[in-house]
């Protein structure tokens, strides 16, 4: 049984090597990559209700929540969309803590390519926060290619069950150079995951 679990094992690992080698040598960490790798998820994600133009007409509108009074301290379900389009750059479980650090498990790539990234964030304004979020860019073979940064700008609705906002992504090389092609920008929105 157990020789049949690493089997398993090995090659669902080689199925990932093949999946990645087949994306380029790109940087990877978080959603440093032009091009997505399709996320091989476990189990369903939680639904966003709503595209990021509705939740400002919808959600911001209802007090009637225990989250309300503007708190970004919990789990989020996040979503970064492509300009101001409806098209998915990126997607991500976000946590925000209470001592102004969150952390960011991102589904555009594997892990072993570097799928968690790291961030500071402070208040700007009411139910505003700004967020400074980075990770380190790894290439197919797992050497080091450089760093990756995103900065987002967002707002908690006045229930706090969602927030939206802005984001700006870049990526740098080992010396320090913002690699160009995979800079991104647009905007997000995100719904609070809760315990029941």
Known sequence: MLSRMRNQFSYAAMFLMVICGFAGSANAACASKPV???????????KVTAAPDTIQESAFADND??????????????????????????????????DGTELNNDN??????????VGVYKQTGPRTFKLR?????????????????LLQTVTV????????????????DLSGNIIPSLHAEGVLSATRITVD
């Open 108 to 117: 555009a790539v594997p892990p072993s390519l570097g799928n968690v990234c």
């Open 133 to 149: 979020h980075v990770t380190w860019n790894f290439d197919v073979s797992g050497a080091l290619t450089g760093t990756f940064e």
């Open 65 to 98: 929540s225990e989250f309300s009074g503007g708190s970004i301290v919990g789990l989020w379900h996040i979503k970064y969309f492509v300009g101001n389009s409806k098209t998915l750059w990126d997607e991500g479980f976000e946590q925000w803590h209470s």
């Open 157 to 172: 609705s006045n229930n706090g069950k969602t927030f939206i906002g802005t984001y700006t992504s870049d990526s740098r």
């Open 36 to 46: 997505r790798i399709a996320p091989l998820n476990l189990f369903e994600s939680p």
